[in-house]
């Protein structure tokens, strides 16, 4: 687990907007702490983990519903650039 949170936390310094890394990494964060607070010798507290799981998912989110709305929106421009080139061309009968 430690080789995928450094790897995870590397790939969101390279690009901390991904919505794939950030979840990813939010993942990683609530295995660790989820195993933290099965193991009875265990000493830390897994809710710091928790909560910055739960910051990175909210990212991740924020991030897929920025691209939704970027591609909402393209997609409403193609719709509306085909009305006006269906109204332009005369159908043929």
Partial sequence: MEIA????RYALQLNNEN???LFNMGQILTSI???LSE???NTHDPLPLLAEAVELF???LESQ???????SQQA???QMADQL???AIPEQQ
């Fill in 58 to 60: 909210g990212r991740c």
């Fill in 19 to 21: 919505a794939d890394h």
């Fill in 39 to 41: 193991d009875r010798n």
């Fill in 33 to 35: 702490a989820e195993a």
């Fill in 65 to 71: 519903m920025r691209k939704f709305d970027a591609q």
């Fill in 76 to 78: 409403q421009g193609l």
């Fill in 5 to 8: 949170l450094g790897s995870s």
């Fill in 85 to 87: 080139q269906q109204q």
